[in-house]
């Protein structure tokens, strides 16, 4: 069920649209205004501004990802959320919080540390990663569980 298909909302007419998953690579279509349903491939910056908008506007899983400038754990992580972001596209959306620059969504979360992983559904927190697990598999799998 929920495995099969991911739930969209159009931009143009915000109708809710049930697409097989199969069909995501096939540039799906709003059912009510034919507009193009659009989804992110990468992740998305989001601040304290507009983190609850990102959030909220996503009716699929979340992975936010604490990141820093300079931080090697991330730097050797990086490459496998973008990977995941561009592999799991309309049932997963990634959105990338600067540590340093979000102290404010720092502390919301107590994020200490990057990278740290979190995952959402429906505007809460399902699970949480400090640090980068030691394979980017792991990292995928760990998403993965979090979407099932
Ligand atoms: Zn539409």
Redesign the pocket.
Known sequence: MANDTALLR?R????LNRVPVKKLTQNPL?G????LLDFPFQAVAATAASFDQELASWLETVLVVFWAKGNDLWKKIEPAVADIAFAQAGRLKVIKVDLDAEPGLALLFSVQTAPTFLTFRDSKQLGRLDGAPREASELAQWVQSSMS
Do not use: N, V
């Not at 009510?32 to 507009?35: E, F, M, Q, V, Y």
């Open positions: 159009c143009s007419c915000k109708a709003c009510k205004c034919k507009a």
